[in-house]
């Protein structure tokens, strides 16, 4: 065991080096210029205008490339701050950069952090959130989840702006609105103000008679908790042409399969269900659905039709 977690350190030590490089030799107007490596979030560093980044080291896991983007003009100790969340794809820089034309336009920072494929493979680690043992289904540590990173790399980001932000928006498209919805579920204690989930490919539901991952059996979770989920200001973001029954990453597994035929229908019932239960349960429900019209499978199109939720 300490041989393998010998070999995991010097794993992780060559990826944090290779970010390093990556971004130290792709310093264009599209990525960090000189990014720096903090190790606490009261770093004196400052978070640069326009497009920028910095390698995230403030917890318990691997360290993670930020890529950002502050807008000119803007009084970025006081701007709303939005999480943009990537997909399967690990491509954080493209999704930034989607992203800039409605940063410029709202007055918000974008922050987008990489969860590579290196350090959390596959869906289980990233859009799940690493939160069981591969084979043994046993829970991990969890400062290891890849929901844990969210809330220390903001306190990093305020502190890099000398700001007083004290909550943010987090946004997520496909893989990454999966990421986003439970992240809402398993890290109740969040600071967000507004979850933006669009285009998932499938998701986890809001009722704990449904076994996870398809719903929240076995998460100990009170009822309590699961009320103030329900109440929390969330958005379910749908293209209504993100139809294709045959799109290449859509699971066709039989819990997913359950949920609707694509993407459009599975989100519709994940927000009816979750109503249905607050409902059932007399609780305040604080969730809104948003359909973008002529918009398919885009994280481009999702992002001109959400801008104006950032606040």
Do not use: C
Not at 94 to 114: H, K, L, N
Not at 219 to 247: F, S, W, Y
């Amino acid at each position: 065991m300490q041989a393998s977690t010998s070999l995991i350190s010097k794993v992780s030590a060559i990826f944090a080096a290779l970010s390093l490089a990556f971004f130290a030799v792709t310093g264009s107007a599209h990525s960090p210029a000189e990014p720096e490596q903090s190790t606490s979030a009261a770093s004196s560093h400052s978070l640069a205008q326009g497009r920028g980044g910095f390698v995230f080291s403030n917890w318990n896991g691997p360290d993670l490339p930020v890529w950002t983007y502050v807008p000119q003009r803007i009084e970025s100790g006081t701007a709303p701050i939005l999480f943009v969340m990537h997909g399967a794809r690990r491509d954080p820089q493209r999704y930034r950069e989607q992203w800039v034309a409605s940063a410029d336009r709202g007055g918000f920072i974008i922050v987008a952090p990489e969860f590579s494929r290196v350090d959390f493979p596959g869906s289980r680690n990233y859009n799940l959130g690493g939160m069981f043992e591969r084979g043994t289904g046993e829970w991990r540590d969890e400062g290891l989840w890849s929901f844990s990173a969210i809330e220390p790399i903001f306190d990093e980001v305020v502190a890099r702006l000398n700001g007083s932000q004290g909550d943010y928006t987090i946004f997520g498209h496909s893989a990454g609105s999966q990421f986003v919805h439970r992240f809402l579920m398993m890290k109740p204690d969040n600071r967000a103000k507004r979850f933006l989930a669009a285009n998932a490919g499938w998701y986890t539901f809001a009722d704990p008679e449904i076994a996870f991952p398809f719903g929240l059996g076995e998460i100990p979770l009170t009822q309590e908790q699961l009320a103030a989920i329900l109440a929390k200001d969330v958005v379910i973001l749908l293209g209504d042409q993100d139809t294709d029954t045959a799109h290449s990453s859509l699971n066709r597994s039989d819990g997913a399969m359950r949920q609707g035929e694509h993407r459009f229908a599975r989100g519709q019932a994940f927000f009816e269900a979750a109503r249905a239960y607050a409902d059932q349960n007399g609780w305040e429900f604080g969730w809104s659905l948003r359909v973008v019209e002529g918009v398919g499978h885009s994280n481009g199109g999702m992002a001109e039709g959400a801008f104006d939720l950032v606040d």
